[in-house]
């Protein structure tokens, strides 16, 4: 039962983390600067937005974590 919760929580934040860099891509004025620069910086590093999992700046890992600052 764990090892099911623990799948579902971590589909979730993959689905949530793909949300949040497609929109910041797509709709850059709704989210904050420096995470529209780190979402671009890395589309053109890779040339698509599926480098999302890893998530190696802390500042952006804690805005997925809710931690708005």
Not at 8 to 19: A, D, F, Q, W
Not at 38 to 48: I, L, P
């Amino acid at each position: 039962m764990q090892v099911k919760k623990k799948r579902n929580y971590n589909r979730l934040k993959l689905v949530y983390t793909k949300y949040v860099f497609y929109c910041a891509y797509y709709c850059p004025i709704l989210f904050p600067r420096w995470l529209v620069n780190e979402v671009n910086s890395r589309h053109e590093e890779t040339g698509s937005l599926n480098n999302y999992i890893n998530n190696d700046n802390p500042k952006f890992v804690s805005f997925l974590n809710g931690e708005f600052n």
